[in-house]
């Protein structure tokens, strides 16, 4: 990778591997052997938010898949937090109060993986 690219990237070597650690493994371990055929948990990160999907065949064409925005977390570097976002039915993107932000991404995604008020999984 070029060098002038490596200053647009939002997130180092290390930060992306703690990243993958947390986010990655939630998403490859919450979902059922079972079902992984079809259903499965995804992330991407785009600049300093990572959001994480339902990945899972189109209702309406089975052979195509959907992405279902599920949560999502924006790193704020200025203040070395992350925030937790999850997606109502108005289809935007709310700050989830009731852990809205923290230094401790684990904490964020713990939360994420407890759903304890059914905001992310329903």
Request: charge should be negative; hydrophobic fraction near 35%.
């Amino acid at each position: 990778m070029a060098d002038s690219q490596l200053t647009l990237m939002a997130f180092n070597e290390i930060e992306l591997k703690r990243i993958d650690r947390l986010v990655g493994t939630m998403c490859r371990e919450r979902i059922p052997a079972h079902i992984k055929d079809e259903l499965e948990l995804i992330y991407r990160i785009k600049g300093h938010d990572v959001t994480i999907f339902e990945k899972r065949p189109d209702w309406d064409d089975p052979a195509e898949n959907m992405e279902i925005p599920v949560a999502k977390l924006k790193y704020v570097r200025t203040k070395k937090e992350w925030r937790l976002y999850w997606q109502r039915r108005d289809l935007k993107w709310h700050a989830y109060d009731l852990l809205s932000s923290g230094p401790d991404l684990k904490e964020l995604v713990d939360e994420i993986d407890e759903d304890p008020y059914c905001c992310f999984f329903g």
